[in-house]
């Protein structure tokens, strides 16, 4: 078969895309999200944070929503640091039983000293 008797014709598509469309695309784009972003942080309210260390009276409405300040409550460390030192002491558990506590390093070494 010869080219003339060839029952299709094959053409090629010429590559004409140039990359200014693409990139001015990309451009307006970026343009668009930065502008966004900037308009976004003009719009958010700008916080206040009171810090424990104020001098005088925190407001009590603020925009007509009463505000009441959150104390902490510390009575969970103070436990906590008791439990610490505790472990530390001897001291008895129950005098009448003749039950003690004895400090939680001296325990470990007895107890590593009974299972040898």
């Known amino acids: 078969m010869n ?21 001015v695309i990309f451009a307006a784009a970026v ?3 930065l502008g966004c972003v900037v ?9 206040t944070v009171i810090s424990a260390g104020i001098k005088g009276e925190a ?3 603020i925009q007509g929503i009463e505000q009441t300040l959150i104390r902490a409550d510390h009575s969970v460390e103070r436990a906590r640091a008791e439990q610490q030192a505790r472990l530390g002491q001897y001291g008895w558990v129950d005098q009448q039983k003749g039950l003690v506590h004895i400090p939680i390093e001296r325990a470990m070494q007895l107890v590593a000293e009974q299972s040898r």
């Open 3 to 23: 080219k003339a008797e060839a029952p299709y014709v094959v053409r090629v598509e010429g590559d004409d895309a140039s990359g200014r469309k693409p990139m």
């Open 31 to 33: 343009v668009i999200i």
């Open 39 to 47: 308009w976004v942080l003009c719009m958010m309210p700008v916080r």
């Open 59 to 61: 407001p009590r409405e």
